[in-house]
């Protein structure tokens, strides 16, 4: 699906004058919005600014607009069924944050359109066919988080010339993004001879009881 389809999706007569909008008849456009974390623990200047960007095209919430708001709350296990909720409202658009929720977005529909936020790599995860010509029912932004893995670790060997051992945490709830991650990290670590320990930890008490375990 091309990118101006997409905006159609969104809405296309952004440039209709707000008051114009508002005399329409017909019904409201529904955006579903798909994140694996709360709100308020995890990704809230992504919501606020998602928010931001619907007021500045001139969507108002329970005016123009309804978002219908899906948030995991840290379990990725349920984002397939929060995305399969909203196939079931018959939503416009989703908008999906980060790859397991675009992931799960993309495996719940072939046809609504899907926007995907902040995504490491879209193309290595299979979620489009390439950055210039996403190609299906997928498009949106990538962070290319994953390319930094290894220039924190050369940061850190040049903050600490004499560190030889490195911890690594990682979520195994998140596989597909943490994986590719994983991988980076070690492959940084073997070029700086970094010796790398990684630990799998899927929420704050595996972390807390895992970071006690070993600093006893």
């Given amino acids: 699906m091309r990118r101006r389809e997409f ?3 969104l809405g296309g007569a952004a440039a209709m004058p707000l008051a114009a909008r508002a005399q ?7 955006i579903g919005y798909l994140s694996p974390v709360d709100r308020v623990a995890g990704f809230f200047a992504r919501d606020q600014a998602f928010q931001h960007g619907l007021k500045e095209l001139g969507y108002v919430e329970g005016t123009n607009i309804v978002v219908e708001y899906r948030f995991a709350d840290g379990n990725f296990d349920r984002l397939p069924a929060l995305a399969k909720e909203l ?3 018959k939503v416009d658009v989703i ?26 790599d879209p193309v290595g995860s299979g979620l489009i066919a390439s950055l210039a010509r996403p190609g299906g029912n997928i498009t949106g932004t990538s962070s290319q988080t994953s390319e930094v893995v290894g220039k924190s670790l050369e940061f850190l060997k040049e903050a600490i010339p004499g560190a030889g051992r490195v911890v690594a945490f990682w979520n195994p709830a998140n596989a597909v993004f943490q994986t590719r991650m994983l991988k980076e990290a070690e492959t940084a670590a073997a070029v700086l001879s970094l010796q790398l320990k990684t630990f799998g930890v899927r929420n704050t008490s595996e972390l807390d009881r895992r970071l006690r375990c070993d600093s006893s």
């Fill in 7 to 9: 905006i159609a999706a």
């Fill in 87 to 89: 196939i079931h409202l």
């Fill in 95 to 120: 908008v999906a944050v980060v790859t397991q929720g675009s992931l799960a977005a993309r495996d719940a529909t072939k046809t609504i359109p899907i926007v995907m936020a902040g995504v490491s």
């Fill in 24 to 30: 329409q008849s017909g019904p409201v456009p529904r």
